[in-house]
Structures are given as structure tokens and as C-alpha cells.
């Protein structure tokens, strides 16, 4: 009779540990792979806005800058890197995917996969410090929602699926926290050496990469650690002197950055007081924009809104903070830091122009601090009201991924009609050497099968010496692509060409690009380098 009465509670257990084991790691698995089998359809289907985004030509700078180093023997000493050179993570994870990759088009597809691998351990990672149990499952609902917003949302979600656009500050941002949360769990500083020596290294390295590091994550981190103590109550001095070590490293990083970089293009900063209420205008149009394109954005903010006056509102009415709410105190105060600096810096910056990839921490923030509020709730109703939502933005996926292929069927590569065009035209003179306005340059460039090499030229007929090797200025050129209905200022006038190196010898029409063929070595411009202002696009 007693085995027979333990029977059922055996029975329970192994339910217990059943359920556990799928709501764990089956489910977790079966949402990322589910999500990665989609994005690779996506992806090989052109969905919009997909390719609009990630053959940008300030996109194309880490494919091409590894082309031409790795196939070409360029040298990273004629570069002329974007001010943010990406050393780290993104230089490691585009070269994983590049030697993975036959090709540009499928380096491209592989750095979105890596780089999304990366960001779900990043949020595994934190929510290690707030769960136990349940961190994989709601590490990989959040990494779900932001993959089904850059497939949906535009910019600036799509950027997390990008190299070159400053996502991986965002995926520091997480890593740090993690971090931090784990070094404040220890009394004995002692036993946080190796999380300490992580701490500091990444903060070097992620400085020395993207100033952006600086405003977006160390300066809210050293805030946040303000409000840290202000909550336990406790002399923090401790704490602050465990912070000087990332805080001194991520200074040590950029300003190392002149004595890295053979080609220096980073800005210097300029506090522009007068120029506020225009970039306020700009800000709200920024805003503006993401949310009228795309109307759930605007949602995501408000409701992250009002879920954090919610929660602080009943953690400062406690008597007594437990050491649980502490850190989620702090989690929010940071989230908040980052994406006031985010916006701040922009504001008060006169070489930045405001543009979405400035505001990642704005959008992204509310979905990491929400899954971790949710996972921290206790209450498996939310949890599985989430993981139920994720799964209908996975069943979306799905849904457009298989729509897609059954309409268009799947590409082996991005080789546009243009291109072809272009390349044809080429061939047919065997020339090789041209120029071209910014966003046309790299990106014909890249998807050529003609291995030529495009000097960047601007409006003024000047070297544009931005993102591009030096290597690919000369004396003299064989043929011009130009655009005469490309919207931006930076596009080579067809008059003013004509008028320095005079009429081609051909002009070819593929698509919205002209070919203006002046034979080898017969296209002339006086070298007169032009500054390097952002792009306006």
C-alpha cells in the first residue's frame, strides 16, 4: 500500500521534470531554429525591406573591406574605416561568416545568423542573473520579437540583422549588465578577478570600436551604479571603485583609437548649444517616421512606459527592497540612462545628423527590460502569455517565408538586372577601373562579377575618401556609372563630368545607372580630396 501511495507523487515528478525539460530547452530550440529556417527563406527570397537595408552601402563596408583584404591583397593601412570601425565583436563575427560564405551575399545572410546566435547567449547571459530555469526560454522569446520587428519594423530593428550600424553597442550593453549584476552579488571582490578582467576588456575593446560605447552604456552604467546604492542603502564606495576599472578601460579604448587607425575619420566632439531645437525637430521626425511606418513601434514605447511607472512606483512603496528588486531597479535605470544618452548626445553634437541607427537603445530596451520583468513577476501566466506570442511572430515568419517562396522561389545570390547591365557593357572593353557616387560604388562593387574597382566620387567631383580603400583612387580612370535620379547630394552630375574630362566615347543605359565609357585610362580628374561629412541618406 505505501508504494502504491507514492506512486502518483513519483508520477508528478517526472511530469514536473518532463515539463521543465521541454518548457527549457525544447521549446527555446524549436522557437530559434523555427526562426533561423525562416530568415534564411526570407533572405534568399528578397523580402522587403531586407535587401534596402543590408546591401546599403554603409552596410557593404565590412563585406567589402574583407573582400578586398582577403581575395584582392588590400591592405587595412589604405582604408579609410567609418569613424565606428567595428573592431569588436563585429570584425570577429564577418570574418566567422566570410570564411563560412562562398561569397558576399552568403557572408551577409551568416554575420544576421552569428550576430543573432550572439545576441540571444548575450540575453541568456543576463537573464541568468535575475532566473533560474526559465532564462533560456525568455531569451530566446526576446531575441524572436526583435528578429520578427527587423523583418517587419524597418529601421531601426533591421539593424540586428546588420554589420556597420552600431547593434553590437546594444549587445554590450546586455553583456555588461550581466556582468555587473554578478559582480554585485559577491561581498568579496577578491572572487570577481575574471569578471572584473571581462568587464574591462570589453569595455576597452567596445570603446576603441564605436565611441558610441561611451555615451550608450558606460556613462548609464556609472548613473546607474549612483542609483544602485541609493537603493541598498549601503556605503557604495566599494562598488565605485569596482567601477573606475571598466569606466578608466572604456577611456583607455578611445582614446587609443588615433594610434589604431592608419586613416583617422572619427569625429571630433563638438557641443553645439544653438543647434538643439533643430535637432529636436530632426529627433521627432526620426520618430516619427519609424512609428508612422510602422505602427507597433509606437505601441512597444508607451506600454514599456507604463510597465516601468508601474513597477517603480511598487518597489519604491515597499518598506523593505528585497535584493531581487534591487537589481531589476537597476536594470531599468540603466535602460533608461542608455536611451536618455542616446538621444542627448545627438541633440547636442554637431557632427552627428539624426538618424534611427543612433536610436537602437530607444527600441530595443523595452523588449529586453520587459522579458526580464516578466520573468521576474512569478507568475507562469505571463511567461507563457509571452512565449505564446513569440510563437505567433515565429508562425508569422513562417507564414511570409513559405508565401515568399512559392511566389518568387529562391535565389542563389543578389545579381540585379543593373548590375548584369553593367557588367556586360564592361566586358565587352575589358575595363575595370572606374568611379561612381558613394551609394552606388560599393554596392555595384560588390555584386559584380567583373571584379572592378570603383573609386567614390562626390557631387563636386572630388575623392570621397570614406569607408573605401585609398588603393582605389588613381590618375586616371576608365569609365563613370552615374545616377541621375538618386534622390541624395552625393551623386556625380552627368554636366559636370562632361565638362572636366569631357564626352565618353559610349554611354550605355542599364536601368536608373548610365555607363559613360571614355576607354583605358582616358577619364581624367584633378585629385582634390574632399572632406569626410556623413552621408545624408
Known amino acids: 500500500m505505501r508504494t502504491g501511495a507514492r506512486l502518483p507523487a513519483i508520477m508528478t515528478s517526472r511530469a514536473r521534470r518532463g515539463s521543465g525539460w521541454i518548457g527549457g530547452i525544447v521549446v527555446p530550440l524549436g522557437l530559434m531554429l523555427a526562426t533561423f529556417a525562416s530568415l534564411i527563406v526570407l533572405y534568399r527570397t528578397g523580402q522587403p525591406p531586407l535587401p534596402r537595408y543590408l546591401y546599403d552601402s554603409d552596410a557593404l563596408y565590412l563585406p567589402t573591406l574583407f573582400s578586398d583584404i582577403l581575395l584582392h591583397g588590400g591592405r587595412i593601412s589604405d582604408w579609410y574605416l567609418t569613424p565606428a570601425p567595428y573592431f569588436f565583436p563585429d570584425f ?45 526560454l525568455l531569451a530566446s522569446v526576446a531575441t524572436v520579437l526583435l528578429v520578427w520587428l ?7 530593428f533591421v539593424f540586428v540583422l546588420s554589420s556597420g550600424f552600431h547593434f553590437s553597442v546594444a549587445i554590450s550593453a546586455v553583456v555588461l549588465a550581466g556582468l555587473w549584476l554578478r559582480i554585485c552579488d559577491q561581498d568579496d571582490l577578491s572572487k570577481t578577478k575574471g569578471l572584473m578582467a571581462a568587464a574591462c576588456s570589453l569595455s576597452f575593446l567596445l570603446s576603441l570600436s564605436d565611441d558610441l560605447f561611451l555615451v550608450q552604456v558606460l556613462v548609464p552604467f556609472i548613473g546607474a551604479l549612483a542609483v544602485f546604492g541609493l537603493c541598498t542603502r549601503e556605503v557604495v564606495a566599494r562598488r565605485c571603485i569596482a567601477a573606475i576599472g571598466p ?3 572604456g577611456l583607455l579604448g578611445s582614446l587609443s583609437y588615433p594610434y589604431v587607425v592608419a586613416n583617422p575619420t572619427r569625429y571630433r566632439p563638438r557641443i553645439d548649444i544653438q543647434g538643439i531645437p533643430t535637432k529636436m525637430v530632426e529627433t521627432y521626425s526620426v520618430f516619427a517616421e519609424v512609428i508612422g511606418r510602422f505602427p507597433p513601434a509606437g505601441v512597444l514605447l508607451v506600454a514599456y512606459a507604463v510597465l516601468l511607472v508601474w513597477v517603480l512606483a511598487a518597489t519604491i512603496g515597499r518598506r523593505r527592497v528585497d535584493q531581487a528588486s534591487v537589481k531589476v531597479v537597476w536594470l531599468i535605470v540603466f535602460s533608461l540612462l ?19 541607427r543612433y536610436y537602437i537603445p530607444v527600441f530595443v530596451w523595452p523588449i529586453i527590460v520587459g522579458v526580464v520583468l516578466i520573468g521576474t513577476a512569478a507568475k507562469h501566466g505571463l511567461v507563457r502569455l509571452f512565449t505564446l506570442v513569440a510563437s505567433l ?26 548590375i548584369a547591365c553593367i557588367d556586360r557593357a564592361l566586358e565587352a572593353v575589358g575595363l575595370r577601373n572606374g568611379i561612381a557616387g558613394y551609394w552606388d560604388a560599393k554596392h555595384i562593387q560588390a555584386f559584380s562579377r567583373q571584379s ?12 570621397f575618401r570614406w569607408i573605401t580603400s585609398g588603393a582605389s583612387f588613381r590618375s586616371s580612370y576608365d569609365f563613370a556609372i552615374i545616377s541621375e535620379n538618386e534622390p541624395t547630394t552625393e551623386k556625380i552630375p552627368r554636366r559636370a563630368l562632361i565638362a572636366a574630362a569631357g564626352a565618353p566615347e559610349n554611354e550605355v543605359a542599364c536601368g536608373e545607372r548610365i555607363l559613360l565609357v571614355y576607354g583605358r585610362d582616358r577619364l581624367r580628374l584633378s585629385k582634390r580630396p574632399a572632406g569626410v561629412p556623413e552621408p545624408s541618406r
Not at 572592378?452 to 575623392?463: G, P, S, W
Open 92 to 136: 570577429i563575427l564577418y570574418f566567422l561568416a566570410f570564411s563560412l560564405g562562398s561569397d558576399i551575399y552568403l557572408s551577409i545572410l551568416l554575420f544576421s545568423l552569428i550576430q543573432i546566435t550572439v545576441l540571444f547567449i548575450a540575453l541568456n547571459y543576463l537573464l541568468e542573473a535575475f532566473l533560474e530555469g526559465r532564462q533560456l
Open 150 to 156: 527587423s523583418v517587419n519594423g524597418g529601421v531601426p
Open 247 to 249: 569606466a578608466a578601460f
Open 338 to 356: 542608455s536611451s536618455a544618452c542616446a538621444v542627448l548626445v545627438v541633440l547636442i553634437s554637431s557632427g552627428i545628423v539624426a538618424t534611427s
Open 393 to 418: 511572430a515565429v508562425v508569422s515568419l513562417v507564414a511570409s517565408a513559405w508565401s515568399r517562396q512559392q511566389e518568387r522561389g529562391l535565389a542563389s545570390g543578389h545579381y540585379p538586372d543593373e
Open 452 to 463: 572592378i574597382t570603383l573609386a567614390q566620387y562626390t557631387e563636386h567631383l572630388d575623392e
